[in-house]
């Protein structure tokens, strides 16, 4: 195998998205698939915490668009303890699995659910090389999913609360998801 092939094997990061329907107190799973498209903010977000501070007293910062469609700036790091994680009245910063009905091509330029439907408060965790992401949602009705956003909460100091902001956004195959049904939806970034 030449170096090439090989390179192309290791270290490719893998998103993925499980959806799974409750039933007689287990989980079936009934989709799986590949999601490909990070938006901007998750670059963005990515180089402000890997970014080499010049001084102990270096602030940093990055501009991203809220899922509202705001620029704003959000402190990945200051020398007072401020960062993008600011826990402040009551307020902590949330992780969302957001579903919507639109199969509008994503971009990278995405900042939130075309056609959104319904945000799920996800659970973070991190075990074997993956970060799992996953919520539950019955819906009231019967609906067909054909987006799903990953989003997260972060603190905004000059306005002093939080936001949120879009991080991924994919297009899947039609999934019908019926009413007074239980599912969790989880998403997998993993490095292979």
Same mark, same amino acid.
């Given at each position: 195998?030449?170096?090439?092939?090989?390179?192309?094997?290791?270290?490719?990061?893998?998103?993925?998205?499980?959806?799974?329907?409750?039933?007689?107190?287990?989980?079936?799973?009934?989709?799986?698939?590949?999601?490909?498209?990070?938006?901007?903010?998750?670059?963005?977000?990515?180089?402000?915490?890997?970014?080499?501070?010049?001084?102990?007293?270096?602030?940093?910062?990055?501009?991203?668009?809220?899922?509202?469609?705001?620029?704003?700036?959000?402190?990945?790091?200051?020398?007072?303890?401020?960062?993008?994680?600011?826990?402040?009245?009551?307020?902590?910063?949330?992780?969302?699995?957001?579903?919507?009905?639109?199969?509008?091509?994503?971009?990278?330029?995405?900042?939130?659910?075309?056609?959104?439907?319904?945000?799920?408060?996800?659970?973070?965790?991190?075990?074997?090389?993956?970060?799992?992401?996953?919520?539950?949602?019955?819906?009231?009705?019967?609906?067909?999913? #054909?987006? %799903?956003?990953?989003?997260?909460?972060? *603190?905004?100091?000059?306005?002093?609360?939080?936001? /949120?902001?879009?991080? !991924? #956004?994919? %297009?899947?195959?039609?999934?019908?998801? *019926?009413?007074?049904?239980?599912?969790?939806?989880? /998403?997998?970034?993993? !490095?292979?």
């Amino acid at each position: 195998m030449s170096g090439r092939e090989a390179k192309g094997r290791e270290g490719a990061m893998k998103v993925l998205l499980r959806i799974y329907r409750h039933e007689h107190g287990r989980k079936v799973l009934e989709r799986e698939e590949k999601l490909n498209t990070f938006v901007h903010n998750f670059g963005k977000l990515l180089e402000g915490i890997l970014r080499r501070a010049a001084t102990q007293s270096e602030t940093h910062t990055v501009d991203l668009i809220t899922t509202g469609g705001e620029t704003k700036t959000v402190v990945v790091k200051s020398p007072n303890g401020t960062d993008l994680f600011t826990y402040t009245s009551g307020m902590y910063s949330r992780t969302y699995i957001h579903l919507g009905r639109s199969s509008q091509t994503p971009t990278r330029d995405d900042t939130t659910c075309i056609d959104p439907y319904a945000r799920i408060d996800g659970d973070t965790l991190y075990a074997d090389g993956a970060v799992k992401i996953s919520g539950s949602h019955t819906p009231s009705e019967d609906v067909v999913i #054909r987006e %799903v956003c990953l989003e997260k909460e972060f *603190y905004v100091s000059a306005d002093a609360i939080n936001h /949120i902001f879009c991080l !991924l #956004r994919a %297009v899947i195959s039609d999934f019908t998801m *019926y009413a007074n049904t239980t599912y969790t939806v989880e /998403i997998t970034i993993s !490095l292979s």
